[in-house]
């Protein structure tokens, strides 16, 4: 079984910072697929945020392109986010997603979501 466990989310002020994590565990054979962050709003449907492939090549959204870096240990099986700049608009459900290979093959995993609130 593989689990995704965010960390991280929380209420901060507009033009703040917050990092999240993703940590990947379990009957793990390789974790060097793709990894990214999603989010939903509410009323929304899920976005993508940003990507980042196995050797590290990244997509990001055109909304968080400049102030949102992902990245990735492949040693710790955890993917981050470190969001700068934070604005209002950013708050949302933040998912992480990982392509996996595990006793099942590979697939998809979602974690299971951390709430990001940006308020003054």
């Known amino acids: 079984q593989v689990q995704l466990v965010e960390s991280g989310g929380g209420l901060v002020q507009p033009g703040r910072s917050l990092r999240l994590s993703c940590a990947a565990s379990?009957?793990?054979?390789?974790?060097?697929?793709?990894m990214g962050w999603y989010r939903q709003a509410p009323g929304k449907e899920r976005e993508l945020v940003a990507t980042i492939t196995g050797v590290g090549n990244t997509n990001y959204a055109t909304s968080v392109k400049g102030r949102f870096t992902i990245s990735r240990d492949n040693f710790k099986k955890t993917v981050y986010l470190q969001m700068n700049s934070l604005k209002p608009e950013d708050t949302a459900v933040y998912y992480c997603n990982a392509r996996i290979s595990s006793t099942t093959g590979w697939r998809d995993y979602w974690g299971q979501g951390t709430q990001v609130t940006v308020s003054s």
């Open positions: 379990g009957s793990i054979f390789s974790i060097l697929g793709a």
